[in-house]
């Protein structure tokens, strides 16, 4: 199965970052903010979620495990 991850970066250390990447597909979706929210944009659509949402939502993924 494909496998996905999301990597924070801090600016300064981006180019090193996407050299270490190179020849692997990847796109840069957002950028961390003080906001409560992940607000990510790509291919012509953006998308705004509650943070205290995905963490519920993820939790309760792990209830049965």
């Known amino acids: 199965?494909?496998?996905?991850?999301i990597a924070t970066v801090p600016a300064e250390n981006k180019a090193a970052f996407e050299a270490l990447l190179d020849g692997v597909v990847f796109a840069?979706?957002?950028k961390v903010t003080a906001d409560?929210?992940?607000?990510?944009?790509?291919?012509?659509a953006d998308c705004t979620l509650e943070l205290d949402t995905l963490l519920s939502n993820y939790?309760?993924?792990?209830?049965?495990?």
């Not at 199965?1 to 991850?5: A, D, P, Q």
């Not at 409560?36 to 790509?42: N, P, R």
């Not at 939790?59 to 495990?65: C, G, I």
């Open 28 to 30: 840069e979706i957002g």
């Open 59 to 65: 939790k309760k993924t792990l209830d049965h495990v």
């Open 1 to 5: 199965s494909n496998s996905r991850f």
């Open 36 to 44: 409560k929210y992940l607000k990510a944009t790509g291919r012509g």
